[in-house]
């Protein structure tokens, strides 16, 4: 069932990556958005606050794409017993292009994960994303990936719908 969840969120994602243009990416819908900027090196940096800002920004395509790099790739570290690196150390490609090129790669990764998976391993408890000692398991973080995944998506959808709108 996990898998195929997942495999009908990757496919409603492909709608909207697919038509995304490079301008939809760095596109700020509200006076306050999380977005994204290169550093003094030429480096992507994300926006973010520690505590949640009040009121909550609107975030960029491309913020949201760095978003589900940080948290998918973490997610996948955490399935294979592997140490995610710090939320700084990870940063935005650079493009439109690159940042769904980075996400083909984490659904290829994340299905190797899956498939990879015995029952048993379901049952393993998992840290992430929530405190070591809620008991949960990596079913439990499968689960939440789709669910993450789904979220983001309907996001950059609406986002990209938005533009399109406020073109025409």
């Known amino acids: 069932m996990l898998r195929w969840q997942f495999d009908l969120t990757w496919s409603l994602a492909g709608i909207h990556l697919e038509a995304l243009t490079p301008e939809d990416f760095l596109w700020e819908p509200a006076e306050l958005t ?3 900027h290169p ?4 480096v992507w940096r994300p926006d973010w606050a ?4 009040d009121p909550v920004p609107v975030p960029t395509i491309a913020w949201l794409t760095w978003h589900i790099g940080w948290w998918w790739g973490s997610a996948i570290d955490h399935a294979e017993g592997l140490t995610p690196p710090a939320r700084e150390d990870v940063h935005w490609p650079g493009d439109g292009a690159a940042a769904i090129a980075c996400l083909r790669d984490l659904h290829t990764e994340w299905v190797r994960v899956l498939d990879g998976l015995a029952e048993t391993d379901l049952d ?5 994303p929530w405190p070591a000692d809620a008991g949960l ?6 689960g939440w990936v789709n ?3 789904m979220k983001n998506v309907t996001e ?3 986002l990209r719908m938005l533009r399109a709108a406020s073109l025409a």
């Open 34 to 36: 999380w977005t994204v």
């Open 39 to 42: 550093d003094s090196e030429g």
């Open 50 to 53: 520690d505590v949640e800002p």
């Open 124 to 128: 393993r408890t998992s840290a992430y």
């Open 137 to 142: 398991t990596i079913a439990h973080l499968a």
């Open 147 to 149: 669910a993450e995944l």
């Open 156 to 158: 950059i959808g609406h």
